[in-house]
């Protein structure tokens, strides 16, 4: 009998209640008269009766009978039984319920939508709760919100639950994950439910302190969506635009889904297209746009038949004004100038006794004295960033090349094979490159005792060090010298977003270059203001976007940026499911049928004993079939 | 009470004119010792032979039969029957369980049935009715011919039902009062808490046969009761709670048969007869055909 219990097995004391109620049943019991001629018959028959069976009262009388049955049907219903399940009799249950994108789509039209599905799914959770029991309903899309503490207050978690809504956004289940281990350390968690149409990464690097049950629900249904919008750099005033549409897994009634592309510039349709895609399929649409402004391309999908998921047929790019790069490197650095200089679109500091604006977009420079100036791309030959110098000293000694990494976009086309180095970065004694990583460097470049170029990357900032001196190498005099400068400014113009574009992601708005310090108002596409402050580098970050659509940033009730935010996910889109969560050390299947989980049985006891009660008021309430005379 | 053209409300004047015809089968024939129409066993002066014997000296020669002497040249004496009166008793048991269901009704019918066929048959007819427990009955004594028959009748229609007296207890008051051997007609349901096995005796020793006719009424023939239930005595006010009456009905059945046998038997045994009778049976069916093909007239 492991598979039932019970919650309250005090209760069983109410059986104790038989006894008076037998009592008063037999002093109370209220008959309906029947005057008969005579008593001389019955009164043999009782007392024949008794003599035969002395417990007949007991075995023959319905009503007592049934009120003993309605006293046992109401003490095992106070005893709270249950069936068990196998996931969710743990006290504290964290739910964890999927609302990206994907759970919007619906599964035919007309439909309900993934995440209508698990709310009626948890709320028969919280129904079925036991005493005892709390849950803790935490919603993961791109971050993940708990809505409410432990809690067994099943009006209080089904409005948490009722109140969660599909974000257009793509899933991430760490954050998820992690938030519950924080819950984890408060109070026992043994179980976690995942509710998820499966539309989630397969590898979640997350360590799993407890066991998780992924319930996956049924995939939405035929889907049509805009995955990427982007554009490149054509020329000085022109952009080409690139947006691709994918079509969701599930194969569609007709063979192929179908429907209508619209770009447009402004108001300006540039571009109309036919879409034909069949399932996991996908078509690229290319238009080239000439401007010289500042501009906002939108990119519309209008299906022609269902399509599950609407927030995924719009999609926004804003295309920066095309200006010149501006490049800081000092005027001994010959090398690097005389390849800069080959460059177009690129201003050089400094020039003369003019040293040029407070930032610049790329800063090339071989003095320590210029770690301090503000670009989001910067490159240092000959300096050992002060972190680094109690891991890493440089001698003048012959250098010997191990490695570098050829996929890094710096160094693609670049052959550091031959080149001879003076000087020789050494690594102090024990350093490994682990030691680096930690500090947030990355070696792209190994050498026999040292790394020779570090690569650190931030949110606002990249830089490389090269901690030997190219000019006290044969670097400069190599072909893939001037190919290494390309490399840097290409990934400049990519950092500066004027070679490459792309749409705007939802959940989290890129960084908006703005004023430093200075209070910002940001009104997402529902309505809703969010108040910011710009960084000290004039970076306003972490700007929610829970919305498709256009975000005005406002200083002082002027509009100062608008921002565009597109799903653009091929994930999300495509709808694709995931079997399996590949966790660090182990890995989670999807379950596809409901969550197991505890069948509080009380209620069925509790309609029986309203069934006998109405039996029992039927029966004593009935007329005799002689009525008396 | 009668209409006009019709003798009595209690039965037709096609039912009386049957009735006139009918005689009293006694089983056994208790008579007294008074001259009536019921021929004794032993000899007599009726003008009914029964037999011959010897002549002895100081017979009564007018009873010498002349013409055998005349062929024997010996005295034979003729031998008749003796004709002797019988009492015919006819007790109503009045009392509040007799009242229900018409019963009441049928045993006034036939009391009066019973009156004219004594009375039409030569019997010394009395009625008795008992009421109460302690109570003396109302009652007709002993009455002879047809002049008695208005009033007999007359007697049983105003008769009216009701009272806590029990057969055994109305037999006890009965005996008190008559004197006679001949037939006692007992029409009563015999629904009693006493002894039944004394009445019987008691009339059997008195030398009456008892005939008894038990009238029940559908409801007490079968009772149609369910679950729990406070029966209610109509004599007595005493109640009895039964439960699950409709389980015990077949032992109540078992004990009204009991009690059916019983009464055949202690009539059968006392040279009486029995009879049980429904209250809503016609009064003509058991008349002419029950009572008939029973033996009890003829």
New interface residues.
């Given amino acids: 009998m492991n598979w039932i219990g019970v919650s309250w097995l005090s209760g069983l004391w109410l059986l104790a209640l038989a006894a008076p109620i037998v009592i008063f049943y037999f002093l109370k ?1 209220r ?16 007392n ?2 008794r003599v035969n069976s002395p417990l007949q ?1 007991f075995k ?4 007592l009978l049934l009120q003993l049955l309605l006293l046992l049907a109401l003490t095992v219903a106070a005893t709270q039984p249950f069936v068990r399940g196998d996931a969710a009799n743990a006290a504290y249950v964290p739910v964890l319920i999927d609302h990206s994108a994907s759970m919007a789509a619906l599964d035919q039209p007309g439909g309900v939508s993934r995440l209508d599905e698990v709310k009626s799914e948890v709320r028969q959770l919280i129904d079925d709760l036991l005493p005892g029991q709390r849950l803790s309903i935490i919603a993961v899309g791109s971050t993940a919100k708990r809505l409410t503490d432990f809690s067994d207050n099943k009006r209080l978690l089904k409005a948490a639950v009722d109140g969660i809504e599909a974000l257009p956004v793509e899933s991430r289940l760490e954050d998820g994950l992690r938030v519950t281990q924080a819950l984890a350390r408060t109070v026992p968690v043994e179980t976690v439910l995942l509710f998820s149409d499966g539309n989630v990464p397969p590898d979640v690097p997350f360590e799993l302190p407890f066991q998780l049950n992924y319930r996956r629900l049924p995939a939405g249904g035929v889907n049509l969506g805009i995955t990427a919008l982007n554009a490149r750099r054509a020329g000085p005033e022109s952009w080409e635009v690139f947006a691709r549409i994918e079509a969701s897994q599930t194969e569609p009634a007709a063979g192929v889904s179908t429907g209508t592309l619209e770009i447009k510039l402004g108001n300006e349709v540039l571009a109309s297209e036919h879409v034909s895609l069949a399932a996991k399929a996908n078509e690229r649409f290319a238009v080239r746009i000439d401007t010289d402004k500042a501009a906002t391309v939108t990119a519309t999908l209008r299906p022609d038949g269902f399509d599950a998921l609407s927030s995924d047929n719009n999609a926004s790019l804003d295309l920066p004004v095309p200006r010149p790069l501006t490049v800081y490197c000092p005027e001994d650095l010959d090398s690097y100038r005389r390849a800069l200089e080959s460059i177009e679109n690129l201003v050089l500091y400094p020039v003369g006794d003019d040293s040029g604006p407070s930032e610049y977009d790329l800063v090339v420079s071989d003095r320590a004295s210029d770690l301090d100036k503000q670009a989001p791309v910067a490159m240092y030959v000959g300096v050992v960033p002060p972190e680094l110098q109690e891991l890493v000293t440089v001698k003048t000694n012959l250098a010997e090349l191990v490695d570098w990494r050829r996929s890094e976009p710096l160094l693609q086309h670049v052959q550091l094979a031959d080149v001879q180095m003076s000087d020789e970065p050494q690594n102090a004694e024990g350093v490994r490159n682990e030691d680096y990583e930690e500090r947030g460097y990355e070696v792209l470049a190994f050498g026999r005792s040292g790394p020779l170029l570090l690569k650190k990357s931030t949110p606002l900032r990249i830089e490389y060090d090269f901690l030997f001196h190219t000019d006290r190498s044969t670097m400069p005099y190599r072909i893939g010298f001037p190919i290494l400068v390309s490399n840097l400014v290409q990934e400049t113009l990519r950092g500066a977003d004027l070679l490459e574009v792309r749409a705007g992601r939802t959940g989290v708005l890129d960084p908006i270059s703005l004023a430093p310090n200075e209070e910002y108002a940001v009104t997402i596409p529902d309505g809703e203001n969010v108040s910011l402050r710009s960084s000290e580098s004039g970076q306003l970050v972490g700007v929610p976007a829970p919305a498709v659509g256009r975000y005005v940033v406002k200083r002082g009730g002027r509009t100062v940026a608008t921002v565009g935010a597109s799903l653009t996910s091929a994930s999300e889109t495509g709808l694709a499911i995931t079997e399996k969560l590949q966790f660090k050390e182990i890995e989670v299947a999807a379950d596809e049928d409901q969550l197991p989980s505890d069948k509080p049985l009380w209620r069925y006891f509790a309609f029986a004993g309203f069934g006998l009660l109405l039996a029992e008021w039927w ?1 004593f309430q ?1 007329r ?3 009525a008396a ?1 | 009470m009668a209409t006009s053209g019709q003798l009595t409300s209690l039965l037709s004047n096609s039912a009386l004119a049957r009735l006139e015809r009918m005689r009293i089968n006694p089983r056994k024939r208790q008579t007294n010792l008074g001259r009536g129409e019921h021929l004794a066993r032993k000899g007599g002066t009726s003008t009914e032979f029964t037999d011959y014997r010897d002549y002895s000296a100081g017979d009564d020669v007018r009873y010498v039969d002349w013409n055998i002497f005349s062929r024997l040249n010996r005295p034979y004496l003729k031998l008749y029957r003796h004709e002797e009166e019988m009492h015919f008793v006819v007790l109503v048991d009045g009392s509040s369980s007799m009242v229900y269901g018409d019963k009441f009704l049928m045993a006034k019918r036939l009391a009066a049935a019973f009156c004219i066929v004594g009375l039409y048959g030569g019997e010394r007819t009395s009625i008795y009715a008992c009421h109460a427990f302690g109570r003396a009955p109302e009652f007709l004594p002993p009455m002879l011919g047809r002049p008695a028959l208005r009033r007999a009748l007359r007697f049983i229609e105003n008769l009216e039902g009701g009272g806590d007296a029990m057969i055994d207890a109305a037999v006890d008051e009965v005996l008190l009062r008559h004197k006679g051997r001949g037939i006692v007609i007992l029409l009563s349901d015999f629904l009693t808490f006493g002894d039944l096995m004394r009445p019987f005796n008691r009339l059997h020793a008195a030398g009456l046969e008892p005939h008894g006719i038990q009238i029940l009424s559908p409801e007490e023939l079968d009772p149609e009761l369910s679950g729990d239930i406070r029966l209610v005595d109509s004599e007595t006010g005493d109640a009895l709670d039964i439960s699950s009456a409709n389980d015990l009905l077949a032992l109540y059945h078992e004990h009204r048969q009991a009690l059916e046998e019983d009464l055949a038997t202690m009539c059968r045994q006392r040279g009486g007869r029995y009879l049980p009778v429904r209250s809503d049976e016609t009064v003509d069916a058991v008349l002419f055909d029950r009572l008939r093909r029973q033996g009890w007239v003829r």
């Fill in positions: 019991l008959r309906p008269r029947s005057e008969v001629p005579s008593l001389a018959l019955w009164r043999q028959v009782m024949d009766q009262k023959r009388n319905l009503l029966i009935r005799p079939r002689r005379a």
